[in-house]
């Protein structure tokens, strides 16, 4: 069984692409595994508690979860996760987080997914993706350590994390709140970028469909 997570709205977005794909393949099969849609409070305190009662609930033979990079072009496989958190904006309980993730834990851990092969087969697809050596240090990272330090003792066979670009709608209410007040700004091109989720949920067909094949 594959668990899929998704993150809730944060920082002003009230819809978020990971949530939806989330709730999307929910019940679906990939590879003749069947997947789990699993929804995450934008918060380290839940996050920390959510973890271990999944994985005990589920036992998944897989983990990848999912979220946003506002800006990114592209589709983002994440080779590491790391036991740091530094967050720029507060979580969804207001709450500022800077430090270990897991104090006493290891510093990282590289995912066992075959993330050149899904890079391969995602841009075979016609998506375009790329790797990453960093998670951030926010949500997304924090979320990804805690699976990957709890599977360690378990029989997970692999944890990974993709992150997602904005929806398209998303850029268009963005251009739309830039026109209303003028103190906001558009920092960079990036901040442009968008994909359509149905490239994303082919996105993750086609890298799921991969890392089950070679890590069977």
Same mark, same amino acid.
């Given at each position: 069984?594959?668990?899929?997570? #998704?993150?809730?709205?944060?920082?002003?977005?009230?819809? /978020?692409?990971?949530?939806?794909?989330? &709730?999307?393949?929910?019940?679906?099969?990939? #590879?003749?595994?069947?997947?789990?849609? $699993?929804?995450?409070?934008?918060?380290? #305190?839940?996050? $920390?508690?959510?973890? %271990?009662?999944?994985?005990?609930?589920?036992?998944? &033979?897989?983990?990848?979860?999912?979220?946003?990079? %506002?800006?990114?072009?592209?589709?983002?496989?994440?080779?590491?996760?790391? /036991?740091?958190? &530094?967050?720029?904006?507060?979580?969804?309980?207001?709450?500022?987080?800077?430090?270990?993730?897991?104090?006493?834990?290891?510093?990282?851990?590289?995912?066992?997914?075959?993330?050149?092969?899904?890079? $391969?087969?995602? @841009?075979?697809?016609?998506? %375009?993706?790329?790797?990453?050596?960093?998670?951030?240090?926010?949500?997304? /990272?924090?979320?990804?350590?805690?699976? !990957?330090?709890?599977?360690?003792? @378990?029989?997970?066979?692999?944890?990974?994390?993709?992150?997602?670009?904005?929806?398209? !709608?998303?850029?268009?209410?963005?251009?739309?709140?830039?026109?209303?007040?003028?103190?906001?700004?558009?920092?960079?091109?990036? &901040?442009?970028?968008?994909?359509?989720?149905?490239?994303?949920? $082919?996105?993750?067909?086609?890298?799921?469909?991969? =890392?089950?094949?070679?890590? =069977?």
């Amino acid at each position: 069984m594959i668990l899929l997570t #998704g993150f809730g709205g944060y920082g002003g977005q009230g819809s /978020n692409p990971s949530s939806l794909l989330a &709730d999307r393949l929910d019940g679906s099969r990939i #590879g003749g595994h069947e997947v789990v849609g $699993r929804i995450l409070p934008v918060g380290l #305190g839940a996050v $920390r508690r959510d973890v %271990p009662t999944l994985l005990d609930e589920l036992q998944p &033979d897989l983990v990848l979860s999912l979220g946003l990079w %506002p800006g990114e072009p592209v589709i983002r496989l994440e080779r590491l996760a790391t /036991n740091h958190c &530094d967050f720029e904006i507060p979580d969804m309980g207001d709450a500022w987080h800077k430090g270990p993730v897991r104090p006493g834990r290891p510093d990282a851990y590289l995912t066992a997914l075959p993330m050149d092969l899904m890079q $391969r087969s995602i @841009r075979d697809m016609g998506v %375009p993706c790329r790797t990453s050596m960093s998670a951030g240090t926010y949500l997304c /990272n924090a979320l990804y350590y805690l699976f !990957s330090d709890e599977c360690q003792s @378990r029989s997970t066979r692999a944890v990974g994390f993709m992150h997602l670009p904005y929806l398209p !709608s998303q850029v268009a209410a963005l251009m739309d709140d830039v026109l209303a007040d003028p103190a906001l700004e558009l920092h960079q091109r990036s &901040d442009l970028a968008s994909m359509a989720l149905a490239d994303m949920e $082919r996105a993750i067909h086609a890298g799921l469909s991969c =890392a089950l094949e070679e890590i =069977a």
